[in-house]
């Protein structure tokens, strides 16, 4: 069981952490010597090309263990891992001229991103409880310090702030819940853990006791209701570019590190946390769409819609079935590919010292900006949930998932609290199509770069929706692979 | 079953307005309006040429799918990209095909605003209610109808009245709460049936009673509202007010219809015994529509209201038709569909002929029409007549056979349907007769010129419509025949799980 000698073949399946903590590293000292910013920010986009590559050509389909079992690498993490380098590169391509215009295009940005996204490959490919909390902390940690990048601005900084302390206590109480697992199975190893599970535990209550624990801290992290306070108040109070991030690639490791702990670990207790998720769940849906309908700043009506998708990815979770488990991930992912573009038009139009926070500022965009009033109108549209967009199949995928693990009622639920998100997303295209333009509303400039990569996004959003078969089929292809 | 290599009929009319569409946005701003219009025609035309073959081509001796296309589309899910039509379905695509020409026509000079973005909302809306008509998956089916609603809510906002802006939210919601209740049971029923979305697979589903009500609760949620039925009316008055003129058409042509067709493709043969044991309730919302919606049609002071009101109350007609499971009452229901599709489009669009000389629906506004519009009087007044049920135009055909059909089950039902005759005449002769006749009213009307060419043309073939189907109805009913007794003998077999 301690056989915890390194050998080579132990580092390959960990090939694409190292480059990312090696280029950082460099980036990081290549950032002091030269004053080109420009190169340090290509680097970091070749980083997650080179990452993506390696990746990409060491999926190898079965599992693969390493560091006594501490780290796996398998095809959902493959998946996970690559949709996390593409968030992470159209987050640097979005954010570019937003972070010049306001002084904040720093070597320092560059290399906290990339910390970030490797602790979300750790998270992704973990298999110990160890590993997991390290690479949560490392993601974490990136994040506190990139809320609070606009060093004097004030909300930044609050936000920041509230942003450590109640992460930090998520943190506590997920190691708590950890150690008191730990206690009653002797192991730390989630296949083991699995295993030990199964075969009974000496004090069933004790378990629920370490799985409300562990449970709350996950809720924390993934921004759930009852414990997603400080969403809002962090999307609002970051740099556009900040919250473009944080509402992106996190999501995929929170997915990655909820599937781990209690599918991976913990799924012979299925009854136990199913309930649990399913009032998270059904809190989320509610707080979520209702709360969202309030607001009149953007990023801040985006932050309850994301409260309100992560419930609706807990619903697939919680189905307690494989099929589950792939249209979450299918959720997940279909989520994130929606989030980067909502966020990068908002990054997008706050531009020439001007900042798109009010819904407000977004009025009658389709007069000005035609193309990126359409564009925006498509994620609306597909946030909501309606065909031909892919977020149509992302929702029906989880309802069917849902309705054939028998929760008709929470089915139910979900599609009726959809129907109220449907409200606030119509009023973001009533407010772009409907409405004049301000006076003061600026000119836009052109910046080729992220104005293709937001068509491209835009585009993917309509085009998944027409022929969706390929990314489900990925999805449900690699969790098979992995759940052998 | 053909599953051939090239595209089908129904393929082309649903795709070809929707790429023209597409094309149009591409064609970029204001800049371009005169090709954008041409562009729109040429379109129109095209998808309606593509679609005549389902006219000439079609065999009115089956009641099997014809011009079938079936292709997996997301086979993990095992969704079907699965079209085909049959005696029911099929004119109701002609009918659209040929309504989006005339709301094209309508819109040529109205509209000098975001000329693309409009006629494209049209195009694609066009090519996705065709969508709705030939899908024969539940989910296909889904995808349509609920797609449908974007580019109309897009219309109502951005090219309506004052209020377009609450109308076109309430339109959409209101549809949408509908919907996803469908939905939930489209997936029960790909449980029910051991994985399949195909609807005709549903139609033989065995089903218990308590899961057959349901189902056809949730589907009537769906399409009650959007036929709409009384008391789940209430967003049509408004979006029709406040949308433009071609709006207007297309939602009273052409969706309300959808959401009859839906009763008689989802929920009465999915759920026969459910539809039988609920006839009763459906019979009483149809007759509420038909006599107390007539009667606030009569008090209504703005015109596009009250044809509004008039389309809820011919409606109701048609569910009358559906729920008495005659075929007679079915046929009448159907003619009674697509002749209101021909004269709602006409009412409307003559109250978009006025109110784009005066800017006004109150009928207040105007009086004495008819002497400076002589010739648009004479289209008004036939119309007008078709809307009362004038025996010789479309519109007595269907109301005919409704009630012919219901004297049979029940006399009390025919008597009180047959109030319609008075009331509909009553609200739109009295309209006609304060905005048409008498003396000149007001300097507007003083100043208004009859109808130009194109807007000839449009009432012209219109009112052709309305009178070859007033005068032979016949090749319609056989088109419709085969399908309708297959949907009756379907409907008398119980379905209940032994």
């Known amino acids: 069981m301690h056989a915890m000698t390194f050998t080579f073949s132990d580092l390959v399946p960990a090939l694409p952490e190292i480059f990312v903590l090696v280029m950082a590293c460099a980036i990081l000292l290549l950032d002091v010597i030269s004053k080109q910013r420009t190169l340090s920010y290509t680097l970091t986009l070749l980083t997650l090309v080179g990452a993506a590559a390696l990746t990409f050509f060491s999926a190898s389909g079965a599992p693969q263990y390493a560091f006594g079992g501490q780290f796996v690498d398998d095809m959902m993490a493959d998946v996970l891992k690559l949709m996390t380098y593409l968030a992470s590169f159209a987050v640097l391509v979005y954010s570019r001229v937003y972070l010049t215009e306001r002084g904040l295009f720093k070597g320092e940005f560059f290399v906290l991103l990339l910390f970030a996204t490797l602790g979300m490959m750790v998270m992704i490919s973990a298999n110990h409880f160890l590993v997991l909390y390290v690479g949560l902390e490392l993601l974490s940690l990136s994040l506190y310090a990139l809320v609070a990048f606009h060093r004097d601005n004030a909300r930044a900084t609050e936000a920041a702030m509230k942003y450590f302390v109640l992460g930090a206590l998520a943190s506590g109480l997920l190691l708590y819940g950890m150690s008191i697992l730990y206690g009653l199975t002797g192991t730390l190893e989630l296949n083991k853990m699995a295993a030990t599970v199964y075969m009974g535990v000496g004090n069933p209550m004790l378990l629920s006791f370490g799985l409300v624990f562990l449970v709350a801290g996950l809720g924390f992290k993934l921004g759930v209701a009852p414990f997603h306070m400080w969403v809002p108040d962090v999307y609002q109070g970051a740099p556009s570019a900040v919250t473009l991030f944080i509402g992106s690639a996190p999501k995929l490791a929170a997915f990655a590190f909820t599937m781990r702990i209690l599918v991976d670990g913990l799924q012979p207790a299925v009854a136990e946390w199913q309930g649990m998720l399913a009032v998270m769940a059904v809190l989320s849906l509610a707080i979520g769409n209702l709360a969202a309908i309030m607001q009149t700043n953007i990023k801040r009506m985006l932050a309850y819609s994301t409260i309100s998708h992560m419930g609706f990815m807990l619903l697939g979770i919680l189905s307690g079935t494989f099929a589950g488990y792939s249209v979450s991930m299918f959720y997940a992912i279909v989520y994130v590919l929606m989030s980067l573009g909502t966020f990068g038009l908002v990054v997008y139009l706050s531009q020439n010292g001007y900042e798109a926070e009010s819904l407000d500022d977004f009025k009658g965009l389709n007069q000005r900006q035609p193309w990126l009033a359409a564009l925006m109108a498509m994620l609306m549209f597909s946030m909501a949930g309606l065909p031909p967009f892919v977020g149509f199949y992302a929702k029906l995928s989880v309802l069917q998932a849902l309705v054939g693990a028998g929760w008709l009622w929470l089915a139910l639920v979900a599609v009726l609290f959809s129907l109220i998100g449907a409200y606030y997303y119509l009023r973001v295209v009533k407010i772009l199509y409907f409405d004049t333009p301000h006076a003061d509303a600026p000119i836009l400039s052109g910046q080729a770069d992220s104005r293709a990569l937001l068509s491209i996004n835009g585009l993917a959003v309509l085009l998944l929706g027409l022929a969706p078969q390929g990314l489900i089929a990925l999805c449900v292809y690699a969790m098979q692979m992995s759940m052998q | 079953m053909t599953e051939g290599l090239g595209i089908g009929v129904l393929s082309l009319a649903i795709w070809v307005p929707i790429l023209v569409g597409v094309l149009i946005l591409i064609t970029g701003g204001d800049k371009n309006a005169e090709g954008q219009r041409t562009l729109a025609l040429l379109g129109s035309l095209l998808g309606f040429a593509v679609a005549i073959p389902l006219w000439t081509d079609f065999d009115a001796g089956t009641a099997a799918m014809q011009f079938e296309e079936l292709a997996r589309w997301v086979p993990m899910f095992k969704i079907n990209y699965h079209l085909g039509v049959d005696g029911i379905s099929m004119p109701f695509i002609l009918l659209n095909s040929f309504t989006t020409i005339l709301v094209v026509l309508a819109g040529w000079q109205v509209i000098k605003e975001r000329v693309g973005q409009y006629m494209a909302a049209f195009l694609i809306q066009s090519g996705l209610i065709n969508g709705v008509f030939s899908a024969l998956d539940g989910i296909l089916f889904y995808v349509y109808f609920e797609a449908m609603l ?51 697979t549903w139609h033989r589903l065995p089903l218990a009673m308590t899961a057959q009500i349901l189902l056809f609760v949730a589907f009537f949620f769906a399409f009650a509202v959007k036929v709409p039925m009384w008391p789940v009316h209430t967003w049509l008055p ?77 409606m109701g007609f048609v569910t009358l038709g559906f729920f008495i499971f005659e075929q007679m009452g079915i046929e009448g229901g159907l003619i009674q569909m697509i002749s209101h599709g021909f004269i709602s489009a006409a009412m409307f669009l003559c109250v978009g002929v006025m109110y784009d000389r005066v800017h006004s629906r109150q009928i207040a506004d105007y009086g004495g029409v008819a002497n400076k519009m002589p010739m648009f009087a004479a289209f008004f007044m036939l119309f007008a007549m078709a809307n ?39 609200y739109t002769l009295w309209m006609y007769k304060r905005v048409v006749f008498g003396p000149v009213g007001n300097a507007h009307v003083e100043e208004m010129r009859d109808i130009n060419g194109r807007e000839f043309i449009v009432l012209a073939l219109l009112a052709v419509c309305v009178l070859a189907m007033g005068l032979y109805p016949l090749p319609l009913t056989e088109v419709m025949h085969a399908s309708v007794d297959n949907l009756l003998a379907h409907l008398s077999h119980s379905k209940l799980v032994p």
């Open chain 2, 150 to 200: 974007i580019p109309l809510y897009l219309i109502i906002g951005m090219w309506g009245g004052q209020n377009r802006v609450y109308a076109a939210i309430k339109f959409f919601l209101y549809t949408l709460l509908g919907s996803l209740l469908m939905l939930v049971s489209l997936l029960y029923l790909f449980f029910q049936s051991g994985g399949s979305f195909e609807i005709l």
């Open chain 2, 388 to 426: 009362a049920g004038l025996p010789g135009t479309s519109g007595f055909v269907g109301e005919f056979m409704v009630i012919l059909a219901t004297v049979k089950v029940n006399f009390w039902w025919a008597f009180l349907a047959t109030t319609t005759l008075i009331f509909g005449a009553a």
């Open chain 2, 238 to 314: 408004d979006a029709h007010v406040e949308a433009p003129t071609g709006g207007s058409v297309v939602l009273a042509a052409i969706t309300l219809k959808v959401g009859a067709y839906g009763f008689l493709r989802f929920a009465m043969p999915i759920a026969p015994d459910a539809s039988h044991y609920l006839a009763g309730f459906m019979v009483t919302l149809s007759l509420i529509a038909v006599v107390y919606i007539g009667l606030v049609a009569l008090v209504q002071s703005d015109m596009k209201k009250l044809i509004a009101y008039s389309s809820i109350a011919h």
